[in-house]
């Protein structure tokens, strides 16, 4: 059986259109390694092997008539289970929309799979994206792969997860305040957010319309940007998406870091919270950017600090309003012996919903309610401004910026469940990215006793090639291995 | 409700009246955030996409033409265009709104600060200036239908069905200053802005499809009074007598609250066309707090000057204009220009008939649109452009009177004769043998036997009774079975009697 974790997405295509192997048999090896570490792990809320055999006929139909195969042909895929596709069912780990059947496709997705990727399956995560655990799914937590006992992070832990583990080679996540990166870095893979604007959002169910984006999942940074290379670009369904030209990704990501304005992000590295060794890792990241040829300073951003306070205004009302929908009246959960339709109303949404989303419904409806608004959301919008500005005033001297991803390597599952304020502080270093709409990659930049530690390098708005180019550059420099032994092992039984 | 009752009220109390007057730009090809046509009626449930049935993951894409609709109405009723606008989301819970949440506008509407110039008839005719307040644009939602309950509503209703082939329908929605002070300006208000909005060609503005829907806010005052009293809001005036009566109803119903030591309460009312009267609807209590925020699926609105510029280039000659044109270039009076101007499909159906029949008949031609066709559209309740009376038809008959080959009062019989069947003037006058006779030589003969049969009428005529004339008109007349040329006659008549 083909060894799927030591495949780029360009061996696999390579070794496609070389016949060394088919498309059918990269999807054999990618069901057999989930067949063994799934029940383990719990990286997906539903498995379509059927859809991924369909793709990989296509593509293997292709490479038999000679034809030049599309950039991820045969490149198995995860897809979080907030996207749609036609063919599954889209729950978003929540119970109110457990058998909701997609009727149209997203657009990433479809970009993805036109592409030529493997669908295997939809990945778990916190319901409706909300949580950094992924302990908040309706159908059971996701496990980390480096210790079962941790959690993967999230909300996109399955799809981190997923790729971590090697069942795919690589995922799409989607990313509010961190959703990608942040699991990323507590599974050690390479994980991206693009722009605001430079991935479509149509068909991804929306948590905060401002600030959601859709980003790969993928085990080194040029598959990551191969991803990226796929599905970003205008959507004439997303109002949002922007028409700035797309560049090849790819095309630049091993032209070093020589020269490169690197800033490290001081006040965030002085943060209460910051677990030493993180600390210690980035500032060692930074290092080998001077190393290596990058004028390294640091920098400050002081309106970050407003950035958790504001983004949990913005994002819950936000998600307020859009998780109005679930209603039971069209699809959905729905009581049956509702008395009228407020009743009705009121007890789907009730037994439909976990408690962190009513938990985001109420603290959204309240600081969008008359009398409230302008102290709450007036005021988050002022302090997103500002963050802004401090981004921009930023980069004017700066290329990159750098900061740890997350606080602190994965953490223990049932450890901050019950505490909703420790874990909203895990997105402390990603939220600003977010409200300030720039993208951030987490990058491993080493382990902290067996767990991963990432680091985010940020970049300009749609200047992604400029931070995949100084991911890239880290990568190389260190040479991480990032496989957990769980992977290993695996593929050994 | 009698006349004199609102006239008695309306002596003591001011009436302060300001609409909400919702279009939906039917004129559309989608809706107002995706590709689904915009039609009305169809199977429930056809015209619907992910987008306008708020499937999960669906977003909103504003359509551009409806923006634009939008800012050309708000010119012709002279708003202010803003240069920078934005769509928010208004939040509450109905099961006939897909994604509980109306993608409307909040602060920033695309116009403001306008006004129509309404005329209004009778003993004291006076044109009164009533403000607009703003126009913005929405997403219409889908209808609903309650089957069991009282008067189809969802309250204690057995079953309900809910049809999204109306919803996301573009809804532009127009707010009066509170200038209006009767019912009668109030249906001239919306009647012109009907008109306008015809001439714009956005919408059909049915009243009776919904398509345009008037909501009254009503308070009253004692003349004199500066601050305003508490208001009422009536909704269901699905006519512009309905808007008439249920304004009329609802100021005597707060006169009488009032002299009775009663006060008005705010709330919403349900004008019952019906039973004549308006109900409680909701009261404020139940109002509801909307949320309003930034829709943050779309960027908002930035104009330039030049694009506003680009829109007002579009605008068409609108009602006012074209009825002042009617009067100067084909000298009507202003009652018929207004009439003729009142109904696009009017007007034109009158130019393109005076283009055909020659300028110099203009005022011909508007004789017998303002009577015949005006009076054979209200009798067989046909719109213009249903009727089977065409501009040729009228350009053909009038040039026959003119010509002399039919009198005007055959012509009457013509025009019945045209509506009923759709044949051509001169098709008819011919099967009928109605030809006018102006040959002289066939008259004189007439005149001579009618002279030798009237010895002692001639008589008397020739003893200096001239009133006679008409009498000899009439016999010649019956003898030719109407069919003589009146003012040929005439002179024959003089010169042999003479």
Redesign the interface.
């Known amino acids: 059986m083909i060894d799927l974790s030591a495949l780029s997405a360009t061996d696999i295509r390579d070794g496609i259109t070389a016949k060394r192997f088919s498309a059918r048999e990269v999807a054999a090896a990618a069901f057999a390694h989930i067949d063994a570490l799934e029940p383990a792990i719990h990286a997906f809320n539903q498995l379509t092997p059927e859809l991924a055999a369909q793709a990989a006929d296509r593509i293997d139909a292709m490479a038999a008539a000679g034809e030049e195969l599309p950039p991820l042909a045969g490149v198995p895929a995860g897809i979080k289970d907030?996207?749609?596709l036609v063919g599954t069912r889209?729950t978003?780990s929540a119970k109110i929309?457990a058998n909701?059947e997609s009727?149209?496709d997203?657009t990433a997705v479809r970009r993805l799979l036109d592409a030529g990727a493997l669908p295997v399956g939809k990945c778990n995560l916190d319901e409706f994206a909300f949580g950094s655990s992924t302990e908040n799914s309706a159908f059971g937590p996701t496990r980390n792969p480096w210790d079962i006992e941790r959690v993967p992070g999230g909300s996109s832990g399955g799809s981190a997860a997923c790729v971590a583990v090697g069942m795919v080679t690589v995922s799409l996540g989607s990313d509010t305040g961190g959703s990608i990166r942040q699991p990323g870095a507590l599974t050690g893979t390479v994980a991206m957010k693009p722009t605001y604007g430079r991935v479509s959002?149509?068909?991804?169910?929306?948590f905060?319309?401002?600030l959601d984006q859709i980003g790969p999942f993928a085990h080194n940074v040029r598959d990551a940007a191969l991803v990226l290379n796929t599905i970003a670009g205008k959507d004439?369904?997303?109002?949002?998406s922007v028409t700035e030209s797309v560049p090849d990704f790819t095309a630049t990501l091993s032209d070093g870091v020589k020269g490169l304005r690197v800033g490290i992000v001081r006040d965030m590295l002085e943060l209460e919270g910051l677990a030493p060794e993180v600390k210690a890792s980035v500032e060692a990241a930074a290092e080998r950017y001077a190393a290596l040829g990058a004028e390294v300073d640091d920098v400050e951003i002081p309106a970050a600090r407003h950035g958790l306070s504001a983004y949990y205004i913005i994002g819950p009302?936000?998600a307020s309003?859009n998780l109005?929908?679930?209603?039971g009246?069209?699809?959905g959960h729905r009581v049956d012996d509702a008395i009228?339709?407020l009743d009705l109303?009121m007890r789907s949404r009730a037994e439909g919903f976990g408690p962190e989303s009513i938990r985001r419904i109420m603290l959204g409806?309240y600081a969008?309610?008359?009398g409230y608004?302008d102290a709450y959301?007036g005021q988050a919008q002022k302090a997103r401004t500002l963050i802004i500005e401090d981004f921009a005033k930023a980069f004017e001297r700066y290329d990159v910026l750098l900061t740890p991803t997350s606080p602190e390597v994965a953490f223990k599952i049932g450890e901050k469940s019950t505490d909703p304020l420790a874990m909203y502080l895990s997105d402390v270093f990603t939220i600003p990215l977010n409200l300030a709409g720039l993208p951030g990659i987490s990058v491993p930049c080493g382990l902290s006793e067996g767990l991963p530690i990432g680091l985010q390098v940020i970049g300009r708005h749609f200047d992604e090639a400029t931070m995949l180019r100084a991911a890239a550059a880290l990568e190389a420099d260190l040479t991480l291995d990032m496989t957990p032994a769980l992977a290993k092992g695996g593929l050994d039984g | 409700m009698a006349k004199d009752r609102l006239a008695e009220v309306l002596e003591r109390y001011e009436a302060v009246i300001g609409l909400e007057i919702h279009t939906e730009l039917t004129s559309l090809k989608s809706k107002m955030f995706c590709g689904c046509p915009v039609e009305f009626g169809g199977e429930p449930n056809t015209r619907v996409c992910p987008v306008c049935l708020g499937l999960p993951g669906a977003l909103p894409v504003p359509n551009e033409a409806a923006v634009e609709a939008t800012v050309l109405a708000g010119l012709a009723v002279n708003c202010d265009i803003a240069l920078w606008s934005q769509f928010h989301r208004k939040q509450y819970f109905y099961p006939d709104m897909p994604k509980d949440y109306q993608i409307s506008q909040y602060d920033l509407p695309f116009c403001s600060g306008g006004y129509l110039d309404v005329e209004v008839d009778g003993a004291d005719e006076y044109t009164t200036h009533i403000g607009v307040t703003r126009i913005h644009l929405e997403e219409d939602t889908g209808k609903m239908v309650h089957v069991g309950g009282a008067e189809g509503r969802i309250a204690g209703a057995e079953k309900s069905f809910v049809d999204f082939n109306r919803a996301g329908t573009p809804l532009m929605e127009l707010v009066s200053e509170p200038d209006i002070r009767t019912p009668e300006e109030a249906r001239r208000f919306a009647q012109k802005l009907r008109l306008i909005m015809l001439a714009l060609g956005v919408s059909d503005c049915s009243m009776e499809e919904g398509s345009m829907r008037v909501d009254g806010n009503i308070s009253i005052r004692l003349h004199g009074e500066t601050e305003l009293g508490t208001k009422s809001e009536v909704k269901n005036m699905n006519s512009f007598k309905a808007l008439h009566d249920a304004l009329a109803y609802e100021i005597v119903r707060q006169a009488d609250l009032v002299d009775a030591g009663g006060r008005v309460v705010q709330e919403t009312r349900h004008w019952d066309a019906g039973a004549k009267r308006t109900s409680t609807l909701r009261s404020k209590e139940e109002a509801h707090d909307y949320r309003y925020f930034p829709e943050p699926d779309m960027v908002p609105f930035a104009f330039t000057e030049e694009w506003v510029e680009s829109i007002a280039e579009r605008l068409p000659e609108l009602p006012d204009a074209m009825c002042e044109r009617f009067m100067t270039t084909w000298e009507l009076p202003k009652h018929g220009a207004t009439v003729l101007t009142s109904d696009l499909a009017m007007a034109v159906f009158f130019e393109t008939t005076v283009a055909e029949a020659g300028e110099a008949r203009a005022k011909s031609v508007a004789n017998v649109m303002l009577n015949d066709f005006s009076a054979h559209l209200n009798a067989d309740g046909v719109a213009v452009d249903e009727s089977l009376v065409k501009p040729s038809m009228v350009a053909e008959l009038v040039g026959l009177v003119d010509d002399g080959a039919i009198s005007s009062k055959q012509a009457k019989e013509v025009f019945s004769a045209m509506a009923e069947t759709g044949e051509m003037p001169a098709v008819i006058v011919e099967a009928r043998g109605m030809k006018q006779v102006s040959d002289i030589v066939a008259i004189e003969a007439v005149v001579d036997a009618v002279i030798a049969a009237s010895p002692n009428e001639v008589a008397s005529y020739r003893g200096g009774k001239v009133g006679l004339i008409g009498w000899f008109v009439g016999q010649v007349m019956r003898e030719m079975r109407g069919q003589g040329n009146p003012q040929v006659v005439n002179e024959v008549l003089r010169k042999k009697l003479g």
Request: hydrophobic letters at 35%.
């Open positions: 907030n996207m749609n889209t978003c929309l909701y009727v149209y997203c959002r149509y068909g991804c169910v929306a905060a319309s401002s004439e369904m997303d109002a949002t009302a936000e309003s109005a929908r679930f209603d009246i069209r699809y009228d339709v109303y409806t969008l309610s008359a608004y959301y």
